[in-house]
């Protein structure tokens, strides 16, 4: 379209100025024109740099949006210096370094003016300038959408950044601009950014969105308030704060997020108001460093889309939450490192995969009038310097109500714990901790559980209906011996009024070292001295590793793990005599793997292994503890590393048999705190390699997969021992031992009617090896039962054989 007439309507009072005027460029009639005067472009596109110095309007015209186009080869399409009115333009400009429009001083008015654009800003405000600007629209994929640079201020009112890309408002250098209903999406930047001392952004009413960045990044000592705004649909953070930044957010609303919903850090401060946080990936809220704080009142947090906290405050961060809302999410609050603390009062944590309130590194979180619930841990108390206090809590339906460990020592009062699946409160590996008048009902374990040496103290609290028992005290002997123990005051349960004796004051003051249980720990229960207990019986002496090889030989098949383990005896046996005659020994990696079907043997040669390696006095007990996912594995965070090291301690001078090994770490793992075990057992085994050997099995094919993805498993273990299936004959021959150990003969044609059964027997998945050649004599001494039963006067030869009419019918 060429370029048209400009007609300029005079509106001024001088006699010898005309009323109107045509030109045939902007140029001229901007020149022509006065203040007040009205420029009507004609529809066309106009190949000139704009500037308006007089407080004109510049319009196309009506019923035509979009047919003028401003649009010079280079420089700054237009420029407003004055307080004009520039309305339904078109403006396109190409020029990389200079923005499209714009606005250096005056109060001017841009409105239902388009911006298409290659330009370093789309429209640009500084210095003194305060325009209005309404209904305008910016898409300028090289650059910034709206920048307010320099102490310029101004309102922009229903306007939308299309695409932008860098950020699509940017906000830098003391300057201050007020964004209400606007539209800020598909952005290679922030959607609104705010940087620089004395920086500020207002919003209201704003949707930001399809961002690739931060939604909001408020940096550097700025400042901004956003109130009723959307923000979703980023790739990055929803809101980022850093810097001593401040923001306010109202009523708004951030969700869809990939990463934190929001993340603020270096002394940066967030206020949120009645907002919702949902649909993150990582956490909701993200607080970092000293001086970081977070205020939230009536907000919530709920729907996580990861396996992350909802609320994360670390380094030394604050977080205080007064009236919220946190849900359905992995984890609620985690607070953690010295100088991080949490205020939480009059909230809901509910829905909570794992654990509510998680409290570790020397953090502390005070929590008032809060309600927990459907978690599998209400509040967990990690490790020493962790506290806080529990205050007038109600925690309910979660598998454990508060756990503390090592060492951690909160003050939890006037709180409730209702209808725990495991204990009410959980105490273990040194933790600490002060309960005063809280209540436990309902317990699928025990009310309160304290073990190894814990100190806790309990004062004027009470169970019921507690499944297990109201009261669990278990410590080591070195821990009674020490003096570790809990202190219990006038504490009650609905089961100790049967066993307290009449004399028996109602509540008495007792300092538990240690009980078997609920009948030696309930407070109040006087207890006289009984009997001394009567002397161990001396352990048998063991066995050389001559006679263990023995029963290793006398077993029946395995004769390839029979080569196997001796080998590795041998090896053994040899390099501890190079030791003794002060020779190099090889480097023999005990740890092992069995690989095969179940009822092979593998649980009976570990357990003939670890006895071989106590006699050469390579282990200093030898016994074996045998272990799978379920004894490793726990619910929450945390609890996993727990019950691994507790599972490796009891094996310790001994052998750790994990059964189905490969179970810890499924294919289809996700958050899985499989890996969880698998990391710890590997470090125990390099810090403690000469106190445990650990023998991990488990079908052949799952336990390569196992190994494979599991490199720094792999690479701990010597070798990998196969056991295969046992044959028919071997099955026949595990059924003459039961036979023979049991006092039954075979009858003639029954040891032929067995090795023709085994040998017909499907092999399918159910196959058992040992455990069905077992089961098979248990079915043949019941169908012996059965026939014998009828004779009247049954002779020792009925009693004692089996026949092949014995065997049971193949399925």
């Not at 282990?619 to 799978?628: A, R």
């Not at 044609?749 to 998945?765: H, I, M, R, S």
């Amino acid at each position: 379209m060429a370029q048209g007439t400009v007609q300029v309507t005079h509106t001024g009072t001088s006699r010898w100025r005309r009323r109107t005027g045509e030109y045939a460029s902007l140029a001229a009639a901007l020149e022509a024109a006065a203040d007040g005067d009205v420029l009507t472009v004609a529809p066309g596109t106009y190949r000139e740099n704009l500037v308006l110095q007089r407080a004109v309007t510049l319009r196309g015209p009506e019923g035509s949006p979009g047919s003028v186009r401003i649009a010079p080869v280079d420089g700054v399409p237009l420029t407003v210096g004055a307080s004009a009115v520039v309305q339904d333009l078109h403006v396109e400009g190409q020029d990389a370094a200079a923005p499209a429009v714009l606005v250096e001083e005056g109060t001017p008015e841009l409105r239902d003016v388009r911006v298409v654009t290659r330009s370093a800003a789309g429209i640009e405000v500084r210095g003194s300038a305060r325009p209005t600007v309404r209904r305008c629209a910016v898409d300028n994929p090289a650059g910034i959408g709206i920048a307010v640079v320099d102490g310029a201020g101004g309102v922009f009112e229903e306007c939308e950044v299309v695409a932008a890309g860098q950020a699509g408002v940017a906000v830098r250098g003391g300057a201050h601009p007020r964004l209400e209903r606007c539209r800020v999406h598909h952005t290679s930047g922030s959607g609104l950014s705010a940087t620089g001392e004395n920086s500020a952004l207002e919003a209201v009413g704003c949707e930001i969105y399809e961002v690739r960045g931060s939604g909001v990044q408020i940096t550097g000592r700025a400042t901004a308030h956003l109130t009723d705004c959307d923000v979703h649909r980023t790739t990055a953070d929803g809101v980022t704060l850093d810097t001593d930044a401040v923001l306010t957010l109202a009523d708004c609303r951030i969700h869809d997020i990939p990463e934190n919903a929001v993340d603020l850090r270096s002394r940066s401060v967030l206020t949120l108001t009645r907002t919702t946080v949902r649909q993150f990936g990582r956490n909701g809220l993200s607080v970092w460093d000293p001086g970081t704080r977070v205020d939230a009142n009536q907000c919530e947090i709920f729907d996580s889309t990861g396996d992350y906290p909802a609320v994360w405050v670390s380094d030394g961060a604050t977080a205080v939450l007064d009236s919220c809302r946190v849900h359905d999410v992995p984890d609620a609050l985690f607070v953690l490192d010295r100088g991080s603390r949490v205020d939480v009062v009059d909230t809901d944590l509910s829905q909570v995969r794992n654990t509510a309130v998680s409290v570790s590194d020397g953090a502390t979180a005070q929590l008032d009038d809060c309600r927990i619930r459907d978690a599998a841990t209400g509040a967990w108390f990690r490790d020493h310097g962790s506290g806080g206090t529990l205050s007038n809590c109600t925690v309910d339906g979660t598998q454990t109500g508060v756990i503390v460990t090592k060492g951690a020592d909160p003050t939890v009062e006037r709180c409730t714990i209702d209808s725990p699946a495991e204990a009410g409160v959980y105490v273990s590996a040194g933790g600490r901790g002060s309960f005063l008048n809280c209540r436990v009902t309902g317990s699928g374990g025990y009310g309160f559980h304290v073990i190894d040496g814990s100190r806790t103290t309990l004062r004027k609290c009470r169970t019921e209906r507690c499944a297990r028992g109201g009261y669990e005290f278990a410590d080591s002997g070195a821990d009674a011996a020490s003096g570790a123990s809990p202190l219990v005051e006038d504490c009650t349960s609905d089961e100790s009024a049967g066993l307290r004796t009449p004399a028996a004051p109602e509540t008495a003051v007792q300092t538990v070292s240690h009980s078997p249980g609920l009948l030696g720990a309930l407070p109040g229960q006087r207890t006289e001295p009984g009997p001394p207990p009567p002397a161990p019986e001396p352990e048998q002496p063991a066995r050389s590793s001559k006679d263990v090889l023995g029963e290793l030989d006398a077993l029946v098949g395995l004769e390839s793990v029979k080569r196997e383990v001796r080998a590795l005896t041998d090896m053994i046996e040899v390099g501890r005599r190079r030791q003794q005659a002060g020779l190099k020994a090889a480097s023999v990696k005990r740890h092992l793997v069995f690989t095969g079907s179940p009822g092979t043997g593998k649980t009976t040669v570990a357990r003939l292994y670890g006895e071989i390696l106590a006699s050469l006095g390579v282990l200093e007990k030898g016994h074996l503890v045998e272990v799978s996912r379920v004894d490793l594995v726990g619910e929450h965070i945390g609890s996993t590393a727990i019950r691994t090291q507790e599972a490796f301690e009891k094996a310790r001078g001994g052998v750790l048999f994990i059964d189905e090994a490969y179970a810890l770490s499924p294919e289809d793992a996700g958050r899985d705190f499989g890996k969880e075990a698998i990391d710890t057992l590997v470090k125990l085994m390099e810090d403690h390699r000469d106190a445990v050997v650990v023998i991990v099995a488990g079908y052949t094919a799952e336990m390569e997969r196992f190994l494979s993805v599991n490199p720094g498993v792999a690479s701990r273990f010597s070798r990998t021992i196969t056991f295969s299936d046992y044959g028919p004959e071997d099955l026949l021959r595990i059924v003459e031992q039961q036979a023979e150990e049991h006092e039954y003969r075979l009858a003639p044609g029954a040891a032929e009617a067995l090795g023709k059964y085994f040998t017909v027997l499907p092999k399918g998945p159910a196959f058992g090896n040992g455990r069905t050649a077992r089961q098979t004599f248990e079915a043949m001494v019941e169908r012996h039962a059965s026939r014998v039963a009828q004779l009247p006067e049954p002779s020792t030869d009925d009693l004692t054989l089996l026949y092949a009419e014995d065997l049971p019918e193949l399925l």
